[in-house]
């Protein structure tokens, strides 16, 4: 036996090995996952095809429903889904260590945003094919594949007779797409009993170590209705509306140049944004429009309070609407509604970042940066609630939340590969050379 976590070039050889000779059931596992058209609300067939898999690996499922967590519904980024969450498991199953590592956890979503209009894909969206080297269709990308290959990298580990010091868990969680409440909120809030969590969403084998936060809110804006023909005689709600939308628009342009992290502006992209995205007003062109209502999203960088960002709106629009009589006398008012996300930051020098950063540019003939994610992932529940290092790496990302989407096979062997390699490196290991120099005999036989 051997024992290490520094991973030496003749295990690295012998990993890599592993992962192409368990990509094809991989990718013939991924397709299968795309054939469970596990919209939000609908995983549990697709939950079922992953629990198999875990138990063909011989390991025990442990099911977790979100009503099973006390206290979860009152949680400030929980929000109520309309779906039950009766026989929507998130699935954990724990690879036992041989003690004295740093535990890991894997975590993916099973759950995929709904294929659009069907009649632009040029494939099948839940045909699952695998053709020309891509498996095709929706999740493939985002994130099947990657769901596939932390449970393949365990096989890998395996023919590659590698046994880890420390636990691996694998979990299968459902509702990430919809906002994770029911997902990986549920797991972190249980415990993930893990030194550490990588997700492989398609990252592009970069490591998202950070996301920003988000809040929607609505102002509504009240007029006073009239017939057109008199329309002196009413107040038009659009009219009062406008410097509202105006004084946003200028407050999105202010936070984009004072608001910085440096992991968000990598590729010369705004840390924060401020997006006006609906605006209705009015019945009928013969009536003076008695109420006027914007709805909007604002992002917020992990340094800025959720609370600061609220106020900053509220006071905003309360600013454009002073100085005008009918304003001030009709105050518009503010809303904070739907979906919500808080940022999350890990430092990029925490251990977990080195050790992918590390592992992959050592070898794969490319170096993860180290970014943020404009957006909500589900490494923030960990980050945020579990008090767990967490990040994002995984394979490309392909037309994903699009049609087409599809995910490269060799792509998935990578991920296979890097995933395996990390959980090396970061729980320790021993290398069985019994079961490695027969494995080396058995393929010279084969040779023979
Ligand atoms: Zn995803």
New binding site residues.
């Given amino acids: 036996m051997t024992g290490s976590s520094v991973i030496g070039p003749a295990d690295r050889r012998r990993v890599r090995e592993a992962a192409a000779t368990v990509v094809d059931d991989a990718a013939a596992f991924t397709g299968d996952l795309v054939r469970e058209r596990s919209v939000q609300g609908a995983e549990a067939t697709a939950q079922e095809r992953v629990a198999e898999a875990l138990t063909d690996l011989g390991l025990e499922i442990d099911r977790l429903e979100a009503d099973d967590v006390p206290g979860i519904e009152d949680h400030p980024e929980f929000a109520d889904t309309d779906d039950s969450y009766d026989g929507r498991p998130n699935l954990s199953a724990r690879v036992d260590g041989a003690g004295e590592g740093r535990s890991l956890l894997f975590n993916g979503?099973v759950d995929v945003v709904p294929e659009g209009d069907a009649d632009q894909w040029s494939f099948d969206p839940f045909g699952g094919a695998i053709v020309d080297g891509e498996i095709r269709g929706r999740g493939a990308s985002?994130?099947k594949g990657g769901l596939a290959a932390m449970i393949y990298a365990v096989e890998a580990l395996e023919r590659a007779g590698v046994s880890l010091r420390g636990d691996l868990i694998l979990q299968s969680v459902i509702e990430?797409?919809a906002g994770g409440y029911g997902g990986s909120l549920a797991t972190a809030l249980a415990g993930p009993e893990a030194d550490a969590v990588v997700i492989p969403?398609?990252t592009d084998f970069d490591c998202w170590i950070a996301n920003d936060g988000v809040s929607y809110f609505r102002v509504t804006v009240e007029g006073k209705g009239a017939h057109a023909a008199n329309t002196d005689s009413g107040v038009n709600a659009v009219a009062k509306l406008i410097p509202i939308f105006e004084a946003l628009t200028d407050l999105h342009e202010e936070r984009t140049e004072t608001v910085h992290d440096e992991l968000f502006e990598r590729d010369g992209e705004n840390t924060v944004s401020l997006n006006v995205g609906t605006v209705d007003a009015g019945e009928w062109p013969s009536s003076v429009p008695d109420e006027a209502v914007l709805e909007g999203r604002i992002s917020h960088a992990p340094a800025e309070e959720r609370a600061e960002i609220r106020r900053l709106v509220e006071e905003t629009v309360q600013a454009a609407a002073a100085g005008d009589q009918w304003l001030e006398a009709h105050p518009p008012t503010v809303e904070w509604f739907g979906w919500r996300g808080s940022s999350a930051r890990v430092a990029p020098d925490e251990a977990i970042v080195e050790t992918v950063q590390s592992v992959v540019s050592d070898g794969f003939d490319h170096e993860p940066r180290a970014i943020g994610f404009p957006g909500g992932i589900d490494t923030r529940f960990f980050v945020n609630d579990a008090d767990t290092p967490a990040l994002c790496f995984g394979p490309g990302a392909h037309n994903?939340h699009g049609t087409d989407e599809y995910l490269p096979v060799d792509e998935l062997e990578q991920a296979i590969a890097s995933l395996a390699l990390i959980a090396m490196a970061w729980c320790g290991y021993d290398r069985d050379d019994e079961a490695a120099d027969a494995d080396r005999a058995a393929r010279q036989e084969g040779q023979q």
Wanted: charge should be negative; glycine fraction near 0%.
């Fill in positions: 979503h985002d994130m990430e797409e969403e398609p994903i």
